[in-house]
């Protein structure tokens, strides 16, 4: 069965906080995606990649970071965790040919 | 710019209705379509799909047809279910790029 695996379900974080979000996928994909998903707005891409050491800004950028280091992993960190960024953020992965293979979401909280 | 635009919810059913979830896109190019679906609690997992226009992706019971001429890609299935309760998202994505989305619409199928 094909996996895309966020290191958590559920995070509480503190405002200021540097927060990592992980992502791993056993599928040799060579695009991985975040995005956040929040109610009315839809999912709303922050950053993808299309190769290890590659990326680029999606629609909301701002106050992201990602790191892909290895084909299998994409990470997202949150500089300094602010109250807006509360939101689920789902990972996803996709082969050249398309369509996507999504996490379960990370639900994360600032308080 | 590319864009997905989907009908807003929630769609209330009762259990056996016949269902549509409106899609329409706009695009420069020729875009691959899907549909995704989200059970509460999960992240999203991909329905079905379409790569060229007239094709139909079927799945499940759901079926979509790939609409040049009027840039849609609406979902129907003929008969629903309660399990069928969750929230819908139209996507598109051009040269196996990312994937953009619509904002969802939320089915509620009653016994």
């Known amino acids: 069965d094909v996996k895309v695996t966020q290191s958590s379900r559920y995070l509480v974080k503190r405002t200021g906080e540097k927060v990592f979000l992980e992502c791993v996928q056993d599928?040799?994909?060579?695009?991985m995606f975040w995005y956040r998903q929040d109610p009315g707005l839809g999912l709303r891409l922050i950053y993808f990649?299309?190769?290890?050491?590659?990326?680029e800004k999606g629609d909301i950028p701002e106050g992201y970071s990602v790191s892909r280091e290895k084909k299998e992993r994409f990470s997202l960190i949150l500089e300094s965790a602010s109250t807006n960024q509360t939101s689920m953020y789902l990972c996803?992965?996709?082969?050249?040919?398309?369509?996507?293979?999504f996490g379960q979401g990370t639900r994360l909280t600032v308080v | 710019g590319n864009s997905v635009t989907q009908m807003e919810g929630p769609v209330t059913l009762s259990e056996e209705a016949f269902l549509t979830i409106n899609c329409t896109y706009t695009?420069?190019?020729?875009?691959?379509l899907f549909w995704y679906v989200q059970y509460p609690g999960e992240g999203l997992q991909l329905l079905l799909k379409?790569?060229?226009?007239?094709d139909k992706g079927s799945n499940k019971g759901f079926e979509a047809t790939y609409r040049k001429e009027t840039t849609s890609f609406h979902l129907e299935k003929g008969s629903v279910q309660v399990s069928d309760s969750a929230v819908y998202f139209c996507?598109?994505?051009?040269?196996?790029?990312?994937?953009?989305f619509g904002t969802g619409t939320r089915l509620q199928v009653f016994p």
């Open positions: 996507a598109l994505t051009l040269n196996t790029d990312k994937l953009i």
């Open positions: 695009a420069t190019g020729y875009p691959s």
């Open positions: 996803a992965s996709s082969s050249r040919t398309g369509g996507a293979f």
């Open positions: 379409a790569t060229k226009a007239d």
């Open positions: 990649s299309y190769d290890v050491k590659m990326k």
């Open positions: 599928m040799d994909h060579e695009n």
